[in-house]
């Protein structure tokens, strides 16, 4: 699947694109490896859904389940009072994956609550079946 992306985000793809494929060599299959292992916490064999390197499969990677928007995150040091964290939400936390294609989902507020994380938000969905949480 092919997607189009248009005005200031594809100029800021391309940034990132051409950003990270100086870091990470996307040319050559290590640099590939490397990004996908290092970046998107992928295994390697992900490397064939990016193909060639090339810009239009970076953005077709980063469209697809495959990918990761987020690196994996530190374990959490809950033993401070709750005072001393910034918490922060977004539109994205009910995403199920990427920004671009991914499903919205109930469950995913499930998971920041079932980790004993407060979370606020005013984002209203008509579900097609009801999922209390």
């Known amino acids: 699947m092919t997607y189009e992306i248009h005005g200031a985000i594809a100029e800021y793809i ?18 590939l490896h490397k990004w996908l292992l290092e970046e998107q ?19 077709n990677y980063l469209s697809s389940a495959h990918s990761s928007a987020l690196k994996p995150v ?15 939400s977004s539109h994205n936390t009910y995403l199920t994956g990427n920004q671009l294609s991914s499903e919205a989902s109930i469950n995913t507020y499930k998971n920041v609550r ?12 008509k579900f097609t079946t009801p999922d209390p949480v």
């Open 114 to 125: 079932n980790r004993s994380i407060l979370a606020v938000s005013s984002n209203y969905f």
């Open 14 to 31: 391309r940034i990132e694109y051409k950003n990270l494929s100086e870091i990470y060599r996307f040319g050559t299959e290590t640099g």
């Open 74 to 88: 530190d374990p959490f040091d809950a033993s401070h009072p709750i005072s001393n964290y910034f918490i922060s």
């Open 41 to 59: 916490n992928a295994p390697p064999h992900d490397a064939a859904l990016f193909k060639s390197g090339s810009f239009l499969d970076f953005v």
